[in-house]
Nanobody, 121 residues
Framework: QVQLVESGGGLVQAGGSLRLSCAASGSILSIYGSYYAMGWYRQAPGKQRELVAA???????NYLDSVKGRFTISRDNAKDTVYLQMNSLKPEDTAVYFCNARHTTQQRNYWGQGTQVTVSS
């Protein structure tokens, strides 16, 4: 069973930075990395979960418009870890951030438990 464990969330002032990490079990990146796309989602209170950033096995990335130029997603397959570097944080970035692993050819989709990010004004 694949497990995703997020870390790195916390409380930060507006304009600050955080780096989220997502550690994956089951060697899904180090051995099966070519089959998995990884993503970071967030969900604020009373809102739907939204895709913040995603990265394919080939390293292609895409971002939510509101975070372009501020957030960077990356993956280290050897360490089975995905990162989300968040700079110039804004209060509207406050949410629970979830890591996602999606198998590109099979119906396998995994979620982490989430990590809280709170940005104070």
């Amino acid at each position: 069973q694949v497990q995703l464990v997020e870390s790195g969330g916390g409380l930060v002032q507006a304009g600050g930075s955080l780096r989220l990490s997502c550690a994956a079990s089951g060697s899904i990146l180090s051995i099966y990395g070519s089959y998995y796309a990884m993503g970071w989602y967030r969900q604020a209170p009373g809102k739907q979960r939204e895709l913040v950033a995603a990265i394919t096995s080939a390293g292609s990335t895409n971002y939510l418009d509101s975070v372009k130029g501020r957030f960077t997603i990356s993956r280290d397959n050897a360490k089975d870890t995905v990162y989300l570097q968040m700079n110039s944080l804004k209060p509207e970035d406050t949410a629970v951030y979830f890591c996602n692993a999606r198998h590109t050819t099979q119906q396998r989709n995994y979620w982490g438990q989430g990590t809280q990010v709170t940005v104070s004004s």
